[in-house]
């Protein structure tokens, strides 16, 4: 006979009912297992994409055609890169720090991540500063077309993570606000609220390591 790992690979399931009998509904660990594995498949494709970034810069720099690779009128704003990488990995350690204090059982995580989704979206503002005071654009060579695409494109993908940290506070905000009947349907919230912040400050933190090679190859290389 197959142990019950084999016959159930996946781990708990929905048990079993009769017919006409209502389904019950699905153990949390189910759907939190079904988080953990999404945002490492998430982290996984977002490395393949922007893999192909970093291919690009290191092509296009050795072919450096005309050797019009990168004049040196095209070099980007140290001072706003610096920041923008450091409200990044401050904002992915208070994410971090929010996601212990909820496994924990603490109700302050909210102020920590909070303060990550401020910490990052002050990263993507600088990003666009740089946007309005650098002396090029994406058509203005091969360094600049790949600068301006990688910080873009990963502009956007910070903003779409921030939004999926942001979803978390505002849950258990609400639910503290207006807690739902002892007879509902979701008796702790936190319970179900805890996968979805988990896997948000996951790929956070993997995230915040692009962000950490994007700026070492776009302005120390």
Avoid: N
């Avoid at 790992?5 to 781990?11: I, K, M, T, V």
């Avoid at 945002?39 to 192909?52: I, K, M, N, P, V």
């Avoid at 849950?171 to 008796?187: H, N, S, V, Y």
């Amino acid at each position: 006979m197959a142990a019950p790992s084999e016959e159930r690979p996946l781990g708990r399931m929905v048990p079993p009912v009769a017919a006409g009998v209502e389904i019950p509904p699905e153990p949390p660990d189910v759907g939190a297992r079904a988080l953990s594995i999404a945002s490492r498949l998430l982290a996984g494709a977002s490395t393949f994409f922007f893999l192909a970034f970093v291919f690009a810069y290191f092509y296009l720099r050795s072919l450096d055609v005309d050797h019009a690779w990168r004049p040196a009128h095209l070099g980007p704003k140290q001072g706003l890169g610096a920041a923008f990488i450091a409200c990044i990995l401050a904002s992915a350690l208070l994410a971090t720090l929010a996601g212990r204090r909820m496994k924990a059982g603490s109700r302050a995580w909210t102020a920590p991540a909070a303060m990550s989704v401020v910490l990052g979206l002050a990263a993507v503002a600088l990003q666009c500063i740089e946007y309005t005071v650098q002396h090029f654009g994406p058509t203005d060579g091969a360094f600049a077309s790949v600068f301006c695409t990688w910080t873009a494109l990963y502009l956007i993908t910070v903003l779409f993570t921030l939004y999926w940290l942001e979803t978390h506070i505002a849950t258990e905000l609400r639910a503290r606000r207006a807690p739902a009947p002892g007879g509902g349907d979701i008796k702790d919230p936190d319970r179900l609220i805890a996968p979805g912040l988990d896997a948000a400050v996951f790929f956070w933190g993997f995230l915040a390591g692009i962000g950490v090679v994007t700026y070492v190859v776009l302005y120390l290389l």
